[in-house]
């Protein structure tokens, strides 16, 4: 039985900023690390890799990766909540969205159906955000086509909103 560690889902709103906040832009996917699924899913992180160790066969490169060392550097200097990794002789997993729901059939109690349920909205909220981008650049596009820019104002504000609008390029918390 793994060990459950208190960590109670108060109301849904500061439970998806909590998620929000932990999705990590890592090697170009969208990640949780499994410090931040073992506080959700209740459990020690050292029984979530166990239990992950125990069903590899459930977690194929595409779910789950070890960051590098650069990675997990990284990641502590950008991530305040990830400070204690410091000290860990080992870098963490990351989970992609399928590797985070892989683990609710893992570890298989209520807490993890219903943690789950939570993370696949968050991870559904980012990739609709992703969407939005792409068609409001689509759009800019167009009325860049239509307006037959002259004036050098109007184009110094496109190149201005094109450099908001770009990805980040280090891992950080996305929203």
Known sequence: MLKQRKFRIEDKQVFHSKIKNKILLIRGHRVMLAPDLAEMYGVE???????????????????????????????VANCDHLRALKFTPYPPYAFTEHGALMLANVLNSKRAISVSIFLIRAFIKLRDLGYVHHVLSLKLDELEKHVKIHDKKIRLLFEAIRQLMKEPESPRNLI
């Open 45 to 75: 992180t050292k029984a979530l890799n166990q239990a992950v160790r125990r069903n590899k066969e459930r977690f194929p490169a595409e779910f789950m990766f070890r960051l590098a060392k650069e990675e997990k550097e990284e990641v």
